[in-house]
């Protein structure tokens, strides 16, 4: 298994949040309280791939 990219990390990680704070259980909501999710998604989802990252470099290291 091959590393990821930074950027595909960072466009995933966009197109995640975007996905979280768009969908239909969410749009009621105002827009503040989207930009909250949005960013809380995308700082969630980049942790956990750079933690995957970080996992497949290190056992290849092993």
Do not use: W
Request: proline content about 2%; hydrophobic content about 55%; overall charge positive.
């Amino acid at each position: 298994m091959n590393m990821m990219s930074l950027p595909a990390i960072v466009g995933i990680s966009i197109g995640a949040a975007i996905a979280i704070s768009f969908s239909k259980k969410n749009r009621e909501k105002t827009g503040g309280k989207r930009l909250l999710m949005f960013i809380g998604g995308f700082a969630v989802t980049l942790v956990a791939l750079l933690a995957l990252n970080f996992g497949i470099y290190y056992s290849k290291m092993a």
